[in-house]
């Protein structure tokens, strides 16, 4: 049986090896061993005939590589005529020195390319920017009015602000937080057990006598904290009687104080404590491990004042005063923690232990009370240390000023190198002397240039003018030789501070000297009217004016210049200094007319009329053909009575230069004198010279219709507006014209090929919609005040008349849009005050008229609005104001103003005059005459 089954056994290898390739030359014989040493087979894989999975590394498969590209599509499909193929054409190819080159010249263009057209794109930008940002605005822009009125707010109000929790609803979030729950009945039980009388005696009390405890704690008797509080107040009550005098009344200890200072006392948590030991550990280390630092004893001793024991700290500070007799600050600070008298004793001894100290010399000083002991601690100190210039400053502080100057004469041989001791010393002696002290200073100090301006400053106040200037010129000369570089700011500064201090003569030296100083020639003008007008601003006028007369002597044919200077000469100079200036500014530009008019508009001004005809006599020599100066001299007749000489100069204007304004100007005088005729017979010549001077067309058709010639008047007009179709107040003339004689419809008609004509007229359209509202078309009226806002959306005239014809209601949300379109619009500005007038809100209306005449001074309704509602709400110092301000503004626009500036009955008023006839005419409510009475009164005076 054994053999048998070795035999079946071996039958069954060899079966197995015959169906196993690999498996069977392993087991050929003896003929396959030599096998055995060789490669393995191509595609082996061992152990995979028994069902074994190999895996795969990096040395199987060698080193990674990248996945090939895709192919590149080069066809005709993907190919552009302007662009060429899609593909790079030459991607493959290496990245060298010429490509780098190439990319940086086509970076250079893209550069180039995009810097052309930088700026418009990003005002595009900005501007889109700005007009997202007008309609939904930051958060933070929306509050800045707000955010800059809390620098007003005071501390006190800062205090007196309350907390926030406060304004929230509180008591809704208290009952969400308030939970009821049943009280159970052992807390009841007990409750009732402990306020429970006993009336009989228990038997075990009896058997034990009450000595023996039943339950642990239950001898303990309970809390009762209501009679605790009750015994505490008790224990106050007495300790604050005892503290009182009985025979008085009078206490020792203020009882309101005593709970002041009960409340003022510190607990500290556990945690602060824990902090102060922590420090306190860390503090002892340092001062154990270097004992000479200063510093360390220092903070260990204001631990211990933090922690409230002073004691402690006095202590800490004592043991580094022995271990740092050398520091000067733990010396301060020991006698900070002493009291004053203590204070005194520590510091005397820190003065023998440093007695170079000058901090410590101060302090001594400042802890005496009395001026004569102060007196003596700080001579003390100058013994001690003469060379100090705080301990020179403190004495002399205290001396009476005769004393003061012996001392000062001391300071400056201890400390001849401190510029305030020779200052001060030079201002407490008289001239001769404080000539010598400043000379002196000089020859010690020659790079200080504070000495030479108050040299200066010496002089010009004993009255020797002509040394003033040679003193700056010198001490610009002395610095520049002892390398002393002072940039120009520096010395317009001191110039400024020269003039502040009352020495103009001395601020306009050094602004002569130092004005060229490191300008380039090119630059001098613009830069030197840019300084003037910066002295101005800060109030500065000698210093401007030495500015103007330095650069009119470099550039005196500069018409630009001479008229600033006579600006400045007129509104903060005098008359006389103006007439200096405004002659010698003729001499060198005799051609300028704007300077011979100011010439003689300001003798006008002043009531000099013989003075002001001479001028412009002059004027009429230098500039014999000019036509402002001809119109000047004949307002200046006109306005003084004089027609017969005004006809004469137009008669000689007209021969000498016939300009459309002089044809004008002759016809609207022979018009206001009454001459129709003559002003007709004048229009005949001046038609034929200047046929497209549309406001002698339409003067002629006002003539005539006021002649009562209307068709004339309507003829003239259509021959005006054939050869003048651009001209508004024409067709608003021939409209009104045509509304005067009754034909409505015709007057809508010519208003309507107006605006056909002129696309974009907002008069035009303003003038159709209040045809209508005349004409009692309402709905008319407010279909053409819409499509006028859609045809000018930024006209505020418009948007004016749009605000008054809402109905109240709608004037608000009106008044919003109005504001988004044209924000800085003075019509707009004056139709939203009138509203906060009418709502009498008078602060944001008295804001909003000065802002309406802030935008456009020239606006004259703007002025007559804010005039009417100051003699309604305003003080007469108000109303004077605003009289004044419209006086110097010399408004000429407005349709009010213009109204009754150019009415036939208001020929030769003043400004004050319209303006109160302005304000009668746009005043709400009730009108105040009187009130324009007084005012005029006291601005005549």
Partial sequence: PHAATSTALRAEQRRADSSHPFRYNMHAGSRAAPKFNSSAPVNYVAGLGRGATGFTTRSDIGPARAAPEAEKDLSESNFDKFNGYGESLFSEMPYDEDDEAADLVWSEVDAKMDERRRSRREALIEKSLDKYRAVRPKLQHQFNDLKRDLAHVSSQEWEMLPEPGEHRKHRAAERRNEKFIPTPDTLLEKARMEQEVHTSLDPKQMATGGMETPMSGGATPLTDLKSIGEARGAVLSVKLDQMSDSVSGQTVVDPKGYLTDLNSIKVSTEAEIGDIKKARLLLKSVTQTNPGHGPGWIAAARLEEVAGKLVNARQVIRDGCKACPANEDVWLEAARLQTPENAKAVLAEAVKKIPSSVKIWLQAASLESNITMRRRVLRKALEVVPNSVKLWQAAIDLEPPEDARLMLGRAVECVPHSVDMWLALARLETYQNAKKVLNKARETIPTEPQIWITAAKLEEANGMMELVD????????????????????????????????????????????????????????????????????????????????????????????????????????????????????????????????????????????????????????????????????????????????????????????????????????????????????????????????????????????????????????????????????MWLEAARLEEKQGQVSKARSLLEVGRLKITHAPMLWLEAVRLERRAGNRKAALTLMAKALQQCRSAGVLWAEAIAMEQRAQQKTKSSDALKACDNDPHVILAVSRLFWRDRKEEKCRSWCNRAVTLDPDLGDAWGNYYAFELQHGTVEQQEEVLRRCVAADPHHGQEWTAVSKDVDTLGWKTEQILKRVAANMALGKYQPEALEKASTSIQH
């Fill in 470 to 729: 040679r003193i700056i010129e010198r001490a610009v000369r002395s610095l520049a030789l002892h390398q002393v570089t002072m940039e120009r700011e520096q010395w317009l500064s001191e110039a400024e501070h020269a003039e502040k201090g009352n020495a103009p003569r001395t601020a306009q030296a050094i602004v002569r000297e130092c004005i060229a100083l490191g300008v380039e020639e090119e630059d001098r003008k613009r830069i030197w009217m840019e300084d003037a007008d910066s002295f101005v601003a800060r109030g500065c006028h000698e210093c401007a004016r030495a500015i103007y007369a330095h650069a009119l002597q470099i550039f005196p044919t500069k018409k630009s210049v001479w008229i600033r200077a006579a600006q400045h000469e007129k509104n903060h100079g005098t008359s006389d200094s103006l007439d200096t200036l405004l002659r010698k500014a003729v001499s060198y530009c005799p051609h300028a007319q704007v300077l011979w008019l100011m010439g003689a508009k300001e003798k006008w001004m002043a009531g000099d009329v013989a003075a002001a005809r001479t001028i412009l006599t002059e004027a009429f020599r230098a500039n014999p053909d000019s036509e402002q100066v001809w119109l000047a001299a004949v307002k200046l007749e006109s306005e003084n009575d004089e027609p017969e000489r005004a006809r004469l100069l137009l008669s000689k204007a007209r021969e000498r230069a016939g300009t459309e304004r002089v044809w004008l100007k002759s016809i609207v005088l022979e018009r206001n004198l009454g001459c129709l005729d003559a002003a007709l017979g004048l229009l005949t010549p001046a038609l034929r010279a200047h046929p497209r001077a549309w406001k002698l067309h339409l003067v002629k058709a006002q003539i005539e219709s006021r002649m009562g010639a209307h068709d004339a008047a309507r003829e003239t007009l259509a021959k005006g507006l054939k050869l003048c179709v651009e001209c508004v107040p």
